[in-house]
């Protein structure tokens, strides 16, 4: 171990600071990875609110890769390919998105070998599709109404016992008609039978949610989380913003304001800090004003945009975390992208890059992730390293035909099916769906 960590300090010592790259430069990128990019289905692909979680997984046992995405409408559709055969299957529409984007599917693989497709109908309940075969994807999906929890944001993980786990968000003015419109907070329910029956988070630890707040001053009481990684030594890692109505009163997702930073532990249900404080199994706005914000950000609307962004990303380096996350340009100039790094003390934050929207993270080694990111209305996906959660340096260009808007990585991926693009639609309305999907996967290093 003394060994292991002079060679990481070494290695700090020897990298130099990178300076913050053009957006635009994607001719200076020098590639140290070759991607291949299969377009899977065309012109099919709706707007979409999904997180980057939960979006496919791969199955060991019938060497195949699952995909999930969403279509006309919202609706939800699920493709395999099979690497033996380096087939993809049809698209197979397995249930109805009722034409909100927010009602994209998230999709795992129960114990059982049943493949769940989640979704959080907004503001309204949460269901769950089930494969009618293990390890299959194809046939008539069975679909189950868990709760009448006026869910959104479905983002669900299974850990190593087979517990499945969904976090949502409650619209609380939903259920009982009375709660300001911007308390919003993230709960979740917990299934230990592959799904036949849940209990919620309420249930389990008596608290009303598990994170969230009812009072701030400045009315931000709405939870968006940005990213949710579970690791393979059972944490799992939580990336988020506040939103609400701000000085305005109590207004639906008028502003958003700062990053915080927490994690989860399935095993006794409690949340903690960056530097290890046990918050137990519910946090309020002291906790996360006290031990869990990352950066302070202002409680304006830069540019016309909603800054920070919905969607932010997490990782660790040798057990430290790091966070992606952008925001809108104060002087009206691109967005502004950073990289916060705890250093085992507190949060340092620094910015790294400008126009990029990124979508995806994924580890490429002990030291090394790999980032995903987009440019507004350009086609191809652009990537970059981040070293030892510091330093960020470009790497390649995975083309595509048309601008990409949402990317997730595979659980458990199997080359060439590392990643899924799911392309822009054209048109914000659901029942528009012109985005192509795309699955890219390294042919050469």
């Not at 012109?43 to 997984?57: F, H, I, Q, W, Y």
């Not at 949610?209 to 059972?234: H, V």
């Not at 996350?325 to 890059?353: H, I, M, Q």
Request: glycine fraction near 8%; charged fraction near 25%; charge should be neutral.
């Amino acid at each position: 171990m003394t060994r292991l960590l002079r060679g990481v300090m070494s290695a700090v010592l020897l990298l130099p600071l990178v300076a913050v790259p053009s957006a635009n430069a994607t001719a200076d990128l020098q590639g140290k990875a070759e991607f291949a990019v299969t377009t899977t289905a065309t012109n099919v692909a709706a707007r979409s609110d999904r997180r980057p979680v939960a979006g496919g997984v791969f199955d060991k046992k019938v060497n195949k890769t699952f995909i999930s995405w969403a279509g006309q409408y919202e609706d939800s559709y699920v493709q395999s390919y099979d690497h033996r055969k380096s087939t993809w299957s049809t698209p197979n529409r397995i249930a109805d998105g009722a034409s909100d984007a927010h009602n994209y599917p998230t999709m795992v693989q129960a114990r059982d070998g049943h493949l769940l497709i989640f979704r959080g109908m907004h503001n309204i309940e949460l269901r769950m599709s089930r494969s009618p075969q293990p390890h299959s994807a194809d046939g008539v999906w069975e679909e189950t109404l868990i709760s009448k929890n006026a869910a959104t944001y479905p983002m669900p993980f299974v850990t190593r016992d087979g517990t499945i786990y969904v976090f949502y968000r409650e619209t609380t003015r939903d259920l009982d008609g009375t709660t300001p419109t911007d308390t919003r907070p993230m709960l979740y329910v917990v299934s230990k039978d592959n799904g036949k029956t849940w209990k919620t988070s309420t249930d389990l630890t008596g608290d009303r949610f598990a994170i969230g707040s009812t009072a701030r001053a400045d009315n931000m009481n709405e939870i968006y989380i940005g990213q949710l990684r579970q690791e393979d030594n059972g944490r799992v890692r939580i990336v988020y913003t506040l939103a609400g109505g701000g000085p305005e009163g109590n207004k639906h997702d008028r502003y958003h304001r700062n990053i915080y930073y927490t994690w989860f532990d399935p095993q006794n249900r409690h949340f903690y800090s960056a530097a290890g404080k046990d918050l137990g199994t519910q946090i309020d706005d002291a906790d996360q004003e006290k031990h869990l914000k990352v950066a302070e950000t202002p409680l304006t609307l830069p540019n016309g945009v909603k800054s920070p962004d919905y969607i932010q990303q997490v990782g660790t380096t040798l057990g430290q975390p790091f966070l992606l996350w952008f925001s809108g340009d104060e002087a009206g100039g691109p967005l502004r992208n950073y990289l916060s790094t705890w250093n085992g003390r507190k949060w340092e934050t620094k910015e790294v890059a400008r126009g990029l929207r990124t979508r995806e993270v994924e580890p490429v080694d002990l030291l090394t992730w790999r980032v995903y990111a987009t440019e507004d209305g350009k086609p191809n996906v652009n990537t970059y390293l981040v070293r030892l959660g510091r330093f960020w340096s470009p790497e390649t260009v995975i083309p595509t035909a048309k601008p990409v808007q949402r990317v997730e990585i595979v659980e458990n991926f199997r080359d060439p099916a590392r990643a899924i693009f799911s392309g822009a639609s054209t048109n914000r309305d659901v029942a528009i769906a012109d985005g192509d999907i795309y699955v890219a996967g390294i042919s050469r290093r």
